[in-house]
């Protein structure tokens, strides 16, 4: 399904799950699926993709035609190019320069004993040269910000960042809803994949494992007789799951799941 250039369909953006009916999905989607499923930088479908998203970030191609109003959506367009770049590449130099720059204004956000907004504003509008403007500016918990900052911010200023996202009511945008303090009350659902998905995100923090183990005992509790885990038939998402190909065995789905979780619990343990 991917088109020449490197991109899949005529849209970059949208995290959502594809329109399998109508055979659509958007670069994004591909990329998060080929990203849970282990394909790397070494992966030619990948490759392709970066390069296609560095000649963007470089100015000498533009990634879609799509644009929304209200914010500034040039920079947020970086954002996105530049967090699946270091999602496959934490390396490459265009990148990490636009990482070093978020991470300045995080720094400036949290440099009291917690969130301020107005330190965050402040801190924004000296380091893009342009006041906050919309929501996607506001709000920086979401999938981007979180995936751009790992490994790029100071010990201190990570933990307080990490207490705010774990603790905020609304959850991580794009990725679950909800307190990530809270686990679902219903394993066997989309929303514990939803979970799961953020538990994964904020693990690639350095001190991501110290912040969740409280979820560690919620895990353990939630496997059956035999060992396993089994988020039930409605988690195959198409994104997260399955990691098989085919989920006819409830054999293959247990073991789909079991991998996918008993991955997370190592981290935490």
């Given at each position: 399904?991917?088109?020449?250039?490197?991109?899949?369909?005529?849209?970059?953006?949208?995290?959502?799950?594809?329109?399998?009916?109508?055979?659509?999905?958007?670069?994004?989607?591909?990329?998060?699926?080929?990203?849970?499923?282990?394909?790397?930088?070494?992966?030619?479908?990948?490759?392709?993709?970066?390069?296609?998203?560095?000649?963007?970030?470089?100015?000498?191609?533009?990634?879609?035609?799509?644009?929304?109003?209200?914010?500034?959506?040039?920079?947020?367009?970086?954002?996105?190019?530049?967090?699946?770049?270091?999602?496959?590449?934490?390396?490459?130099?265009?990148?990490?320069?636009?990482?070093?720059?978020?991470?300045?204004?995080?720094?400036?956000?949290?440099?009291?004993?917690?969130?301020?907004?107005?330190?965050?504003?402040?801190?924004?509008?000296?380091?893009?040269?342009?006041?906050?403007?919309?929501?996607?500016?506001?709000?920086?918990?979401?999938?981007?910000?979180?995936?751009l900052l790992r490994g790029m911010l100071t010990e201190d200023t990570?933990?307080?960042?990490?207490?705010?996202?774990?603790?905020?009511?609304?959850?991580?945008?794009?990725?679950?809803?909800?307190?990530?303090?809270?686990?679902?009350?219903?394993?066997?659902?989309?929303?514990?994949?939803?979970?799961?998905?953020?538990?994964?995100?904020?693990?690639?923090?350095?001190?991501?494992?110290?912040?969740?183990?409280?979820?560690?005992?919620?895990?353990?509790?939630?496997?059956?007789?035999?060992?396993?885990?089994?988020?039930?038939?409605?988690?195959?998402?198409?994104?997260?799951?399955?990691?098989?190909?085919?989920?006819?065995?409830?054999?293959?789905?247990?073991?789909?799941?079991?991998?996918?979780?008993?991955?997370?619990?190592?981290?935490?343990?």
């Open positions: 399904m991917q088109n020449p250039d490197g991109i899949w369909g005529s849209q970059f953006h949208t995290l959502s799950m594809p329109d399998r009916r109508r055979g659509l999905i958007t670069t994004e989607q591909a990329l998060r699926r080929l990203k849970i499923l282990g394909f790397t930088i070494g992966d030619e479908p990948v490759r392709r993709a970066v390069d296609c998203m560095l000649a963007c970030l470089r100015g000498e191609r533009k990634i879609d035609s799509y644009w929304e109003k209200g914010h500034d959506w040039a920079l947020f367009t970086r954002l996105m190019l530049c967090t699946w770049v270091r999602e496959f590449d934490t390396e490459e130099p265009l990148a990490l320069d636009f990482a070093r720059r978020w991470a300045r204004v995080i720094e400036g956000a949290f440099a009291g004993g917690g969130y301020d907004f107005a330190a965050y504003s402040e801190a924004y509008t000296a380091e893009f040269n342009s006041p906050i403007r919309g929501g996607r500016e506001r709000d920086f918990v979401d999938f981007y910000h979180v995936s990570e933990s307080k960042f990490l207490d705010y996202i774990v603790n905020k009511p609304e959850g991580i945008y794009y990725i679950c809803d909800g307190p990530v303090s809270v686990p679902p009350k219903e394993f066997a659902s989309r929303e514990t994949v939803r979970y799961l998905s953020a538990m994964e995100l904020l693990l690639g923090y350095r001190l991501g494992p110290g912040k969740l183990r409280f979820a560690a005992d919620w895990l353990r509790e939630n496997r059956d007789a035999g060992g396993l885990w089994d988020l039930g038939p409605k988690a195959a998402d198409r994104v997260h799951l399955p990691l098989s190909d085919s989920w006819r065995r409830k054999g293959s789905r247990q073991a789909d799941c079991t991998y996918w979780v008993g991955s997370i619990l190592a981290r935490l343990t």
